[in-house]
């Protein structure tokens, strides 16, 4: 196989920016991005099962303009309480164009039919967060925010269904709160951070065995919250001990139509079977790459 791709971004901000110290500060901002990408796939193959052998490609084609209108502003209330809000407005459209074909011997893959798709797409995000200063070495926060991740098409693949090209936004909510605090005169460090983050239509790569890809698809709801703990120790200028411990708990909360797993028998998931994989709902079972428990430990003398 071979993927040559060419890919062409420009993109331009500008950003206004108040005097610091006083009872407001704020940021104000622009931003534009355009993009052209193609990708070119070619396979060729050679005596499978025997006696199939041919030439294969694949066109992907997608432009995109996306822009945004953003502020943060800090107000200070007193000199150990702040408040930094923010909000963003953001608009993405794109269209997408996808052709494939066989250009000598026998097809291997089920080719097309050709597909296109546009999409235009707005997003407001607003953003939060409350600091205070409990002592000059200690200071808690709690925040909240709304994310953005914007559709796209599939490109990877010989052909797709209509309803399959197109896959949706993503949107998250996250939530946090935590403590940062130093101590021993500067030479130790301990942050405690509570998150939880909500997902609408979490954008996942699914495996189709029949196309023999990974394609995206949006799973409805997904859920990752959990906790973490980091501390720092500097006994002297020459030695440092660090550590930290984080749980997790991910999981998917909503995923109809979800690609049946390598350990279900067919009665539970049939990949063949489109009303199989509409009623086929993996609910409860845990985000990829994401372990309950991770951490780490280290020390460094210099």
């Known amino acids: 196989n071979g993927f040559p791709e060419n ?7 500008l950003r206004l920016t108040s005097p610091t110290g006083g009872l407001l500060e704020y ?4 931003y ?3 993009s052209d990408y193609h990708l070119h796939q070619d396979s060729y193959y050679r005596e499978i099962g025997g006696t199939i052998t041919g030439h294969q490609t694949t066109d992907f084609d997608q432009r995109g ?9 800090t107000l200070n209330f007193t ?3 702040r408040l930094i809000a923010g909000l963003r407005y953001s608009h993405t459209s794109k269209d997408g164009f996808f052709t494939s074909g066989t250009v000598s011997g026998t097809p291997l893959n089920v080719i097309g039919p050709d597909r296109s798709g546009s999409l235009s797409e707005s997003y407001l995000d607003p953003s939060a967060t409350f600091q205070g200063d409990l002592t000059p070495d200690v200071m808690f926060y709690a925040s909240f925010g709304r994310g953005s991740k914007s559709g796209g098409f599939v490109s990877n693949t010989y052909n797709v269904a209509a309803e399959g090209f197109q896959f949706k936004p993503e949107r998250s909510t996250n939530y946090e709160a935590g403590i940062k605090s130093t101590f021993a005169d500067g030479k130790a460090t301990l942050n405690v951070t509570v998150f939880r983050t909500e997902f609408d239509n979490l954008q996942q790569s699914a495996y189709d065995p029949h196309r023999r890809t990974f394609l995206t698809r949006n799973a409805a709801k997904a859920r990752s919250q959990g906790d973490e703990m980091e501390m720092q120790l500097a006994p002297s200028p020459s030695l440092q001990f660090n550590a930290s411990v984080a749980y997790l708990d991910a999981k998917f909360i909503d995923y109809p139509g979800a690609p049946c797993l390598a350990y ?36 460094r003398h210099r």
């Open 7 to 13: 890919f062409e971004q420009w993109s331009g901000e």
């Open 27 to 30: 940021v104000l901002g622009v």
């Open 32 to 34: 534009y991005d355009h």
């Open 65 to 73: 303009d996306a822009y945004s209108v953003y502020g943060q502003g």
């Open 79 to 81: 000199p150990d309480l």
């Open 264 to 299: 279900e028998t067919l009665a539970q998931c049939n990949s063949a079977d489109p009303a199989s994989i509409a009623a086929h709902n993996i609910a409860g079972l845990p985000l990829q790459f994401a372990p309950d428990w991770s951490g780490n430990i280290g020390v």
